[in-house]
């Protein structure tokens, strides 16, 4: 405040730097206005609407309601939780288990090794859904090798049957993932002090006993992070339903995206049922991001 | 200074680059969804046409699919530039569900303007699209364009209350065409299977496994296009009058799924995992023959011309026993040309149809012989080349008999859900094939719960 007998009507210091502080900010925050919570804003109001194509009324909560008897929707939930269920956990475990193998210090090559298995993070993912539907194709890869092999005496029909399918997808999604949970725990595994393993080889405990009681507690807030993204990731599954097995036999693999692409495009056109379909999907994120936090995060 | 001149220069780079990716960037993002085709597209940016029509620069943009489309359209565009100089023809190569996608999405968003001057459109979706979205099409009923001269089922697919909005392409006349040489093997001959009913096939059927290992038919898994195809081959709807879903207690349609079922059955039919699964056993050689539309010669000719060159003979499919009504022809796919509402050069558009599409047998010639499109225009069937012996097809005119087929073909009620139908009965098939585990034996009860099932999810996705 300034000392001498005039009043002060100006801003203070602080006032003037938070000021240009938020004129920095207000570009992008406009923009993402503008380009994210204003069409969510649009997409809800959407949902409230019924009709084919541009004839839209307003319908209210006839959308919701519908999606109660809505079969192939609760088909499309069942497979969503199903990959989610069976695939997060053992791509998470598999992950951590990678992470500390490849953090061991007189490991030689890590680097190639840790190259190998991230790698697969970064292919296209209509490249490699493409690629794995040619290798279980009846007549690709995979049959061939086997029955080479001798382990199976006829082709499997890996994607025609409802009950493989949904294995190969999450076959795929566990190639392609666990390399990207796996740099995350890497890189949480770096804060953990080598003492801590050294305190207990000491006292006697063995390395399954030090990952247990030491790696996964202290690495409690990446193991949060990663299962909030994995679950955010199964749950909005789009790419491998598409391109894999394009809903699978008889709407098996279909997931709820899928689903409303299908209601939006390739059926007669239903924008605000698929509307409030994606916001089914937001409230499912958003219930179990919250279960998440509250459970995993004690802060 | 220095750093202050590198990190001008590295801001320079860095907005250049960002220009120089924003155009390139849409080549994977619309990939997605159907492998229809096996070329690859670019869905760009459509040239708006020109804003002021004027008689030095005149141009036409045409949306279509696949190489043979393309050639089809650049030779008509050839032929027509060839007396009007001034006008450009500009054909740009679109999957077949991106053209629906982005048709839907400009209707939708009302950038009717961004439309091309003429589209190509697959009839089964044609109808969908008309009622929909009725501002994308342009009304070309009193154009003059002689739609007499085209088979009325095709031009069927375009019409809405009485007024024309396409002008029709490819027949889709359903054909069956089989490898001579396994037939051989086995001791048949093409002639056994002309003219025959399906359970006349499975027992010949049968003994082409037994005795080549090739089954006879291939097809690509979940998807019911050969039990539409049966289905229309004996004038069985799915859908009543109004267009609404007619699937339970139509015993047309348990009649044909038995015949299906009992296909897969006895390995008569061999199911792919999908479209280039498909165009591969036909091409590999790794099946007997198949039942499509005629345009499925394309596909068919493409093989190594060494190996397959005469080996392959055309007839019509079976017909459903003594089912009523039961026909040995039927149609499958097809596609339509349409033209939209925003075309700018509209008169230009009309005279271009008429010298060509629906003027031109010299036209239907060329793109007959060059490059197998077999047409639905009826003047065009008279001519030399329609009539022209096949060697890749055992020496056999086969065109001509492809559009005397044509005619035969039975009218069903079509609706604007043929997706979701397509859908829910791929479903049932897929469901019964799973879940039952001697398919000779399909109780009644069993089909009729999956045909409840795929009427309920059907009537779902209309009742909106």
Known sequence: ??????????????????????????????????????????????????????????????????????????????????????????MLVVAIILATLLNKKDLKCKGLFRTMIFLPCCTALVSYSIIFKTLFAYDGYVNTVLTNMGLISERINWLGQVSTAKVIIIIAL????????????????????????????????????????????????????????????????????????????????????????????EYNPQFGYAAAMSYVIFILVAILSFVQMKVGDKR | MKRKLISLILSAVMAVSLVGCGGAGDDGTTAGTSTDTPTKSESDNVDTPASAPSDDAQSLTVWCWDSFNVDAMKKAGEIYTADHPDVTINVQETVSSDIQTLIQTYAMSGELNALPDIFLMDDQVFAKYLQNYPDVFADITDSGIPFQDFAESKVANS??????????????????????????????????????????????????LAKTGMPMLTNVQGEPDLLNMILQSAGI?????????????????????????????????QEQTDWSGYQGSINNGTVVGTINGSWICATIMTTDQTQQEGNWAVTNMPKLNDYAGATNYSAQGGSTWAV???????????????????????????????????????????????????????????????VSYGNEIPKINKGIYWKEEKEALGTALTNIVNSVPDLDNVTDEDLDNVIAEAQATVQFNIGQ
């Open chain 2, 340 to 402: 939209s509402s925003t075309c700018d050069n509209f008169d230009l558009a009309m005279d271009f149809f008429k010298t060509t599409w629906a003027g031109s047998t010299a036209f239907y010639d060329s793109i007959l012989k060059d490059l197998g499109a077999i047409a639905t225009y009826l003047p065009a069937a008279g001519s030399d080349a329609y009539n022209e012996p096949s060697a890749f097809f055992g020496g056999e005119a086969i065109y001509s008999k492809i």
């Open chain 1, 174 to 265: 566990i190639w392609r993932w666990t390399g990207y949970n796996m740099v995350f725990y890497l890189a949480g595994l770096q804060n953990i002090d080598e003492s801590l393993y050294e305190a207990a080889r000491i006292d006697g405990a063995g390395p399954v006993k030090a990952f247990f009681k030491i790696t996964v507690p202290l690495l409690r807030p990446t193991i949060l992070l990663t299962t909030i993204m994995s679950i955010n990731g199964t749950l909005q599954l789009f790419d491998e339903s598409v391109n894999l097995t394009n809903g699978g036999p008889a709407n098996s693999t279909l997931t709820m995206s899928h689903y409303i692409y299908k209601a939006s495009f």
């Open chain 2, 159 to 208: 019409v809405k209350d009485g007024k024309n909005y396409g002008v029709p392409y490819d027949s889709n006349t359903v054909i069956a065409c089989y490898r001579t040489d396994y037939l051989e093997q086995a001791g048949y001959s093409i002639e056994d299977l002309t003219d025959i009913t399906w359970d006349e096939f499975i027992v010949i059927g049968e003994d082409v």
């Open chain 2, 237 to 269: 709807s799915v859908f009543d009058e109004n267009g609404g879903i007619s699937l339970v207690d139509n015993e047309g349609l348990k009649e044909a799924m038995r015949v299906y079922l009992k296909l897969i059955d006895t390995k008569i039919l």
């Open chain 1, 1 to 90: 405040m300034k000392s001498n007998g005039k009043r002060n009507t100006g801003l203070t210091i602080n006032q003037k730097q938070g000021l240009t502080g938020w004129f920095f900010l207000l570009p992008a925050a406009l923009l993402i206005f503008a380009m994210n919570f204003y069409p969510m804003l649009q997409a809800l109001v959407l949902s409230f609407k019924t009709g084919i194509g541009n004839n839209q009324v307003w319908g209210g909560l006839d959308n919701y309601a519908r999606l109660l008897q809505d079969k192939v929707f609760h088909t499309a939930i069942i497979n969503n939780f199903f990959y989610l269920l069976i695939q997060v956990p053992v």
